[in-house]
């Protein structure tokens, strides 16, 4: 329970055939016993781990951590999700049937079109489905106090986003296209809030984008801490996460 910090994020971070495996080692200070650990990439288990934050915090509630003293573990009406994403080729990478069929293990597993064919489609695949799950789960049980965001540019140049591309052209590139993406209007797939929420103002005049809807955010998370700081028997869990 004691892992270094640089550990968890080499070892989460390596992805197969782009980073090594990681290997590290724990210590038990009170009885000097050790474990070993042996990874790779988290995101072949959960390449958008918004489900695994919510898990974490469930678990935290249940545990009756101080944080949370009066939270009931499913209560998520209470929950402030932010979902980021790494984002998306400008243009999907499709591959018809008749050519597929005739792949083998190469086929699969080589690059093609600048991705590999079948891990390009699981990752996007886990990824949209985790989005979906929660974005649903919300909705069935009416959570109308929520706020769920997810922030993600699906127009990303190809060539942008492969992971073994790191020379400070392309780094500065993604920075750019983050940037660029501030400015952007939010779909109406990227956030669920109630209707107290104004996301488009009144007059029509402007859209609301992922920098004031980021904001607002900001606001309701400082709100929180200057709430724990007087009584933490009043908090709103907060979930902000990273996909792969």
């Known amino acids: 329970m004691n892992a270094r910090l640089a550990d968890v994020c080499i070892g989460t971070s390596a992805a197969p055939t782009v980073?090594?495996?990681?290997?590290?080692?724990?210590?038990?200070?009170?009885?000097?016993?050790?474990?070993?650990?042996?990874?790779?990439d988290g995101g072949l288990a959960a390449n958008n781990p918004t489900l695994v934050a919510m898990g974490e915090i469930t678990e935290q509630m249940r545990q009756?951590?101080?944080?949370?003293?009066?939270?009931?573990?499913l209560d998520y009406h209470r929950y402030l999700v932010v979902s980021l994403?790494?984002?998306?080729p400008e243009q999907d990478i499709k591959f018809d049937a008749c050519r597929v069929a005739k792949w083998g293990i190469f086929g699969w597993l080589g690059r093609r079109e600048n991705t590999v064919p079948l891990l390009q489609m699981f990752m996007h695949a886990s990824s949209d489905m985790t989005d979906s799950y929660v974005a649903d789960l919300f909705k069935a049980i009416g959570c109308s106090d929520q706020l769920l965001l997810r922030v993600q540019d699906r127009n990303i140049p190809i060539a942008a986003v492969a992971a073994d591309l790191s020379t400070?052209?392309?780094l500065r590139g993604l920075v750019k296209i983050a940037e660029n993406l501030l400015h952007k209007p939010l779909g109406e797939d990227d956030y669920k809030t109630d209707d107290r929420v104004e996301t488009t103002p009144r007059d029509g005049r402007a859209i609301?984008?992922?920098?004031?809807?980021?904001?607002?955010?900001?606001k309701l998370l400082s709100d929180e801490r200057k709430l724990r700081l007087q009584n933490m028997g009043h908090c709103m869990p907060v979930i902000a996460n990273r996909e792969a």
């Open 19 to 40: 980073l090594p495996a990681h290997y590290f080692e724990t210590v038990d200070h009170r009885t000097g016993a050790s474990r070993s650990f042996n990874v790779i």
């Open 64 to 73: 009756k951590s101080k944080e949370f003293p009066e939270t009931k573990p």
């Open 85 to 88: 994403g790494t984002g998306l």
């Open 168 to 170: 400070e052209k392309n």
């Open 208 to 218: 609301l984008t992922y920098a004031g809807m980021l904001a607002r955010f900001a």
